[in-house]
């Protein structure tokens, strides 16, 4: 379909970036200002008919047709200027994307206003994987019942939020279609048979914690016969999406944003 099928290339300057793959976190304000896309903050009810709510930053396509949505979840950092890049290039490449603010609660109430990191950091330990989930679910209803949306979402998470994309899948919400791990620790073996959507995990060769768990979680997924597929990066770090100014990460952003983007073409559409 059109709407995922043929990126949209941003205007490319050395201070934005490398064009084609989201900004690293030197370059992402840059990318954003210049950005073409429409975006915008959005408050969401955590569960319906609730008036408790979360903020999340949604950026639209330029497209003719619906598109599908893909969530986006933050860094154990939080919803930072980074992660709104990450969704913006999303929708560069043809997506509805949302990124949710899944530290609203726990903050005080939904806010646009972007945490320190050690802030975010501390934060974080008090949302656990139910209230994640119920986050993600939230801004992929709202989403999907976008009249430009497609009814099908795919989910993608960096750090915490490549942990929390895995968890997702587990959870197995309504329309969910594909989860994309970006160097996030895989979800319980014992949880596992409740995946029905294929995951892809994108890792950095020297990021040992995370990696070990890569072996058990394909053993299992293939034991229950559920698609897992994976791509280790050698050299590249923990967080290498982010962190592009290291020449290894950088190499391995431009290999694994294109995996993500056949990914998601192959599974929502």
Known sequence: MESAGASVADPGSTSQGTPGIPAGASDAAARLGASPRHGEWVKVAWESGSADSLMAWVVYPEVKQKAPVVVVVHEIFGLSTWVRGVADQLAADGFIAIAPDLLSRVRGGPSSDELRSDSATKLIRGVNV??????????????????????????????????????????????????????????????????????????????????????????????????????????????????QDQPANLEAAKKAWPQTLAFFRQHLK
């Not at 998470?157 to 791990?181: D, E, I, M, P, T």
């Not at 058990?216 to 982010?242: C, E, P, Q, V």
């Open 130 to 243: 139910a209230e994640m989930n119920r986050g993600v679910a939230a801004v992929a209803g709202y989403g999907m019942s976008l009249p430009a949306a497609a009814k099908k979402y795919g989910v993608v998470g960096y750090c915490w939020g490549g942990s929390a994309s895995f968890n997702h899948a587990v959870f197995n919400n309504k329309g969910l279609g594909a989860a994309v791990v970006y160097y996030g620790t895989s979800a319980p073996r014992d949880s596992m048979p409740r995946i029905q959507a294929p995951v892809l995990g994108l890792y950095g060769g020297n990021d040992a914690r995370v990696n070990a768990t890569i072996g058990w979680a394909d053993s299992t997924m293939k034991a229950l016969n559920k698609s897992f597929t994976y791509s280790i990066f050698d050299g590249a770090g923990h967080g290498f999406l982010r962190a």
